[in-house]
């Protein structure tokens, strides 16, 4: 008769009671505390077993460039085409009331440089900006820039104005010699988030402030947001050959930027689309005139 099983008492408080009523085989009379940290692990592993989440649940990778439309699946306008459904839904409102915008849709990545400038049309649409130069008040620089068109010009009055709230202009330039005054007037704050505050990299900050008012007047600026770059392009009074040679103009102008770039940032433009103040979206073709469509002269108001 075989002798009782026997087991070591240091091991017998590390033992489950359902192992202690089951008879061990003779070769494993010994338990060891090994084999009952991976029994026990075993059974932790199979009662919190971690369920695999559906794919609907799953994160998604994340995309690093925007939306492409599949544009040979897109209906696309010819300029006077899109001109026409668009004055339709600006009817009855004044030529210059309402106004065409483009939208220039880009192939580029989501954390790229945007690109930003100030443009000058061949055919201005806003000819009624008011430009603040700030310059001494009694220097040559600021008379030549009220003879420019500027105005406002001066130094302290300037800034007064701006702290009391009162912001009667719609462009800022500033003097290279009125920089240090600009600094310490404390008016970065209230003209920063207007996008009004003068600085070297927007080209605000210049020697020759007349040039610079001369070249602003009728100049539109245009700046890349979620990879579009939009502008306003002409009033609803203008001929499709004054909005075509505009349009031309904006996207020269946006290309200049691309190559203003490094070499190893990718830009181009992958949809030209038009609109209206209050009127819908409609891609261009890139053609003035198609096949059935009416003369550019006979584009008017519906």
Known sequence: MASPARYCPSCLSHTSPSTLLRR????????????????????????????????????????????????????QFPL?????????????????????????RLRTLKNGPVVRNRLRLPHPVKTDLRICV????????????????ASLVGEESVFDAVKA??????????????????????VARILGPRQLMPSAKTG??????????REMVGASEYRER???????????????????????AFVEGVKRDFAGLSD???KEIHEVVLSSTNGPGLSLSGELRGVGSVAT???GMA
């Open 134 to 149: 700030i310059a001494p008040p009694d220097s040559a620089a600021a008379q030549a820039a009220l003879a420019a068109g």
């Open 264 to 266: 190893r940032i990718s």
């Open 165 to 186: 709230g009162t912001i009667e202009f719609d462009r800022c330039i500033c003097h290279q010699d009125s920089l240090p005054k600009l600094a310490k007037a404390g």
């Open 226 to 248: 979620l990879g579009v770059v939009r502008m306003a392009i002409g009033q609803l009074g203008f001929t499709p050959e004054e909005v075509q040679r505009n349009i031309r």
């Open 24 to 75: 061990p085989h003779a070769s494993n009379a010994f338990i060891t505390h090994q084999q009952i940290r991976t029994a026990a692990q075993s059974q932790n592993a199979q009662k919190y077993k971690r369920k695999d989440q559906p794919a609907s649940q799953k994160r998604k990778k994340q995309r690093t460039t925007f939306l492409e439309p599949d544009m040979r699946e897109a209906i």
């Open 297 to 299: 002269k006979d584009v």
């Open 80 to 104: 006077v085409d899109a001109m026409r459904y668009l004055r339709a839904a600006e009817v009855g409102r004044p030529p210059t009331s309402s106004k065409y915008e483009i939208h220039l």
């Open 204 to 213: 605000t900050v210049v020697k020759d402030v007349a040039a610079s008012v």
